[in-house]
Nanobody, 115 residues
Framework: QVQLMESGGGLVQAGGSLTLSCAASGNGFSTYVMGWYRQAPGKERELVADIRSGGSTRYADSVKGRFTISRDNAKNTVYLQMNSLKPEDTAVYYC?????????WGQGTQVTVSS
């Protein structure tokens, strides 16, 4: 069973920064797509950013230029560096691992940005 453990969430003022981490259990980490999603109250879960095994990345338009996703395959960990945070970034952030037709989710970490 794959386990994904997020950390790094918290309360920050607008304009501030946070770095989220997600540590994954299991083998083959380097071969899987890793992603960050978020869900704000009353809204659907949305993709924030993901990174493929080769290192290619994609971002939601709303976070381009502010967020950076990266991975350390030696540590089975994916990161999300979030800069210039806005109140609209407030959400629960979830780590995701895609294994073909199966995917796994972490429990989520709350990010709250105050204005």
């Amino acid at each position: 069973q794959v386990q994904l453990m997020e950390s790094g969430g918290g309360l920050v003022q607008a304009g501030g920064s946070l770095t989220l981490s997600c540590a994954a259990s299991g083998n083959g980490f380097s071969t899987y797509v890793m992603g960050w999603y978020r869900q704000a109250p009353g809204k659907e879960r949305e993709l924030v950013a993901d990174i493929r095994s080769g290192g290619s990345t994609r971002y939601a338009d709303s976070v381009k230029g502010r967020f950076t996703i990266s991975r350390d395959n030696a540590k089975n960990t994916v990161y999300l560096q979030m800069n210039s945070l806005k109140p609209e970034d407030t959400a629960v952030y979830y780590c995701n691992q895609g294994r073909g037709q199966r995917e796994y989710w972490g429990q989520g970490t709350q990010v709250t940005v105050s204005s």
